[in-house]
Every structure is written in structure tokens, then in C-alpha cells.
């Protein structure tokens, strides 16, 4: 069985008309694919200021006919996710959290750390990473998610702010190879890299691009349309990942 599964981040809703219509657009796109992805997973920084209402703008947005998994960023409160999203309990703790898709499953894991940009695997989520990788039936292939890289993207602003811990959950992974890909967001650029033998995949940024050093100034190009990285999952373990930009209905035509 395969699992189409599609991918965004970094939402960064403020109330703002313009971060409302790139997510918009972007959700529409999704809803109006002619095969329905088998969830979506956002990977964080779904809020800007973690305000309610931000949550509230987040909620209604992605009421979608599919699952849709999320995991926090360093821009969002998990104990404000959890009471303004749908199917989440009331919590100040790690939001970790097990989904089990047809012939996959997926780990969406917190590394936000409350107060720093930068991200860190508690070790109680890699606790609850190793458990529940090992209590998983079968061949079952699964995918990690959480919002920050644990390698270097070669920017130095997310490399400064990336995952503390990535040896931590390196050593975890050797045992644990079912797991056929990490998927992250946080960096703003669409990319592809390996982490532990696996493929890392970075989500493209849906409120705004990260323009790479050897794009020039500015870093941040807020006229990049948003992207949608869309994963293959194959029963064999292998990960095939396609990127798209959400162009205007207009531009589109």
C-alpha cells in the first residue's frame, strides 16, 4: 500500500490578511486535489504570537476532509495548540503524538523548547520515540515529524536555532529501522539531506521563502508563493518527496 501524505510549515498566522490568504490558498489547493492526500502534516510555527484567535484562524483553516497531524514550532504555545485545536488534550506537556495512517505510521514530536528558538527533543519524547517505534507491529514503515532540522541547512539563521540534540536521536534511530524518513519544517526552504542514513526532508515555508546566501539580500522573500512538499511512503520503505508552489488562481490560469 502506498501513503500520499502532503506537507507544509511554517503558517506563522498573525491575523494579517496576507499570512490568512497564503494559508487559504494554500488549504484550498489541498481540499481541491483531484486525489485527496491521506493526511496532512504541519510541522510548526503554525501560530506567530501563540495568541488564541491565531489558533482559532488555525482551527477553521484546517477543518479539511483528511487528517491533518501537527507538531509545534518554536513560534507556538503547546498548552494554546492544545486547547484551540481539535482532538488534542489540555496539557502543558510535549506534544507527541502517534498516528496510524493505512500501511504507515507517524510520529508527530515537540521539540519546541518554551522561551527559545531553538529546538530540543526532551528526553522524555525520545523515550516515548523509542517505545513506541518498538511497539509498532509488524514491518509497518514510519515517518518522525517535528519542526527542527537536525542538520545544518546551510543558512545560518536556522543553523543557529536548529534541533540541540540530534546525536541523541541519531543513536535512537540506529535500532529502529522502520523508520524511512524525518520530516521537518522551520528553515523556509524546500530541501533534501539525509540524517542517520534516513531522508531528511524540509518543508517549503507557506507565510514567507528563506532566500539561500547565494541568493543575495534580503534573506527573506516575502513574494515566493507558498510550497507543499508531497511524500510518497511505499510498503518497501522507500520515500519519494515532490515539491510544489501554490501559485494565485489568477497567476495559475
Same mark, same amino acid.
Given at each position: 500500500?502506498?501513503?500520499?501524505?502532503?506537507?507544509?510549515?511554517?503558517?506563522?498566522?498573525?491575523?494579517?490578511?496576507?499570512?490568512?490568504?497564503?494559508?487559504?490558498?494554500?488549504?484550498?489547493?489541498?481540499?481541491?486535489?483531484?486525489?485527496?492526500?491521506?493526511?496532512?502534516?504541519?510541522?510548526?510555527?503554525?501560530?506567530?504570537?501563540?495568541?488564541?484567535?491565531?489558533?482559532?484562524?488555525?482551527?477553521?483553516?484546517?477543518?479539511?476532509?483528511?487528517?491533518?497531524?501537527?507538531?509545534?514550532?518554536?513560534?507556538?504555545?503547546?498548552?494554546?495548540?492544545?486547547?484551540?485545536?481539535?482532538?488534542?488534550?489540555?496539557?502543558?506537556?510535549?506534544?507527541?503524538?502517534?498516528?496510524?495512517?493505512?500501511?504507515?505510521?507517524?510520529?508527530?514530536?515537540?521539540?519546541?523548547?518554551?522561551?527559545?528558538?531553538?529546538?530540543?527533543?526532551?528526553?522524555?519524547?525520545?523515550?516515548?520515540?523509542?517505545? /513506541? &517505534?518498538?511497539?509498532?507491529?509488524?514491518?509497518? =514503515? %514510519?515517518?518522525?515529524?517535528?519542526?527542527? +532540522?537536525? *542538520?545544518?541547512? @546551510?543558512?545560518?539563521?536556522?543553523?543557529?536555532?536548529?534541533?540541540?540534540?540530534?546525536?541523541?536521536?541519531?543513536?535512537?534511530?540506529?535500532?529502529?529501522?522502520?523508520?524511512?524518513?524525518?520530516?521537518?519544517?522551520?528553515?523556509?526552504?524546500?530541501?533534501?539531506?539525509?540524517?542517520?542514513?534516513?531522508?531528511?526532508?524540509?518543508?517549503?515555508?507557506?507565510?514567507? /521563502? &528563506?532566500?539561500?546566501?547565494?541568493?543575495?539580500? =534580503? %534573506?527573506?522573500?516575502?513574494?515566493?508563493? +507558498?510550497? *507543499?512538499?508531497? @511524500?510518497?511512503?511505499?510498503?518497501?520503505?522507500?520515500?519519494?518527496?515532490?515539491?510544489?508552489?501554490?501559485?494565485?488562481?489568477?497567476?495559475?490560469?
Amino acid at each position: 500500500m502506498t501513503v500520499l501524505l502532503a506537507h507544509i510549515s511554517d503558517l506563522h498566522l498573525d491575523g494579517s490578511d496576507r499570512a490568512t490568504e497564503r494559508a487559504a490558498r494554500t488549504v484550498d489547493y489541498l481540499r481541491d486535489l483531484p486525489q485527496a492526500p491521506d493526511a496532512l502534516l504541519v510541522t510548526g510555527d503554525i501560530a506567530d504570537t501563540a495568541a488564541p484567535s491565531e489558533y482559532e484562524e488555525a482551527a477553521r483553516l484546517l477543518d479539511l476532509p483528511f487528517p491533518v497531524m501537527v507538531c509545534p514550532g518554536n513560534h507556538d504555545d503547546r498548552a494554546a495548540l492544545r486547547r484551540v485545536l481539535p482532538g488534542h488534550e489540555p496539557s502543558d506537556q510535549p506534544l507527541n503524538r502517534l498516528h496510524h495512517l493505512p500501511g504507515a505510521a507517524v510520529l508527530t514530536c515537540d521539540s519546541a523548547v518554551p522561551g527559545h528558538d531553538g529546538g530540543l527533543l526532551e528526553p522524555a519524547t525520545l523515550v516515548w520515540i523509542n517505545e /513506541t &517505534l518498538s511497539g509498532l507491529e509488524g514491518d509497518t =514503515p %514510519a515517518l518522525l515529524a517535528f519542526h527542527h +532540522p537536525p *542538520v545544518r541547512v @546551510h543558512h545560518p539563521l536556522p543553523d543557529s536555532i536548529r534541533l540541540a540534540n540530534a546525536d541523541d536521536l541519531a543513536g535512537l534511530l540506529h535500532a529502529h529501522p522502520r523508520v524511512a524518513g524525518i520530516l521537518v519544517g522551520h528553515a523556509h526552504t524546500g530541501g533534501a539531506t539525509t540524517f542517520a542514513g534516513r531522508p531528511l526532508l524540509l518543508a517549503p515555508g507557506v507565510t514567507w /521563502t &528563506l532566500r539561500m546566501p547565494w541568493e543575495g539580500e =534580503p %534573506a527573506v522573500n516575502r513574494d515566493q508563493p +507558498p510550497g *507543499v512538499a508531497f @511524500h510518497v511512503l511505499e510498503q518497501d520503505h522507500r520515500l519519494t518527496t515532490h515539491f510544489r508552489a501554490v501559485m494565485r488562481a489568477e497567476a495559475a490560469v
